[in-house]
């Protein structure tokens, strides 16, 4: 298993952070992750995975603030 990509979310444009977590997602292979670092909660990215990605992300956070969050996101198999 290779280490998982990071995408660093800090001091990016708001609109812009959304489309490119998924777009780094849907690059992974099953059973790749990616890391993600905010400097806020993503739980509101976590409800876009659940609406739009149903069982397709195991979602394992590493850090929680108050500065910086951590999440690792898991791409799951055709079977979750």
């Known amino acids: 298993m290779t280490d998982p990509t990071t995408v660093d979310l800090r001091g990016m444009e708001p609109r812009l952070r959304h489309p490119l977590v998924f777009k780094t997602f849907d690059?992974?292979?099953p059973g790749e992750a990616l890391l993600l670092v905010n400097d806020h909660d993503p739980k509101p990215l976590f409800y876009q995975f659940q609406a739009e990605r149903p069982g397709e992300a195991e979602w394992e956070p590493q850090e929680a603030g108050p500065e910086r969050w951590v999440i690792r996101?898991?791409?799951q198999g055709a079977g979750g």
């Open 27 to 29: 690059g992974l292979a």
């Open 73 to 75: 996101i898991v791409k």
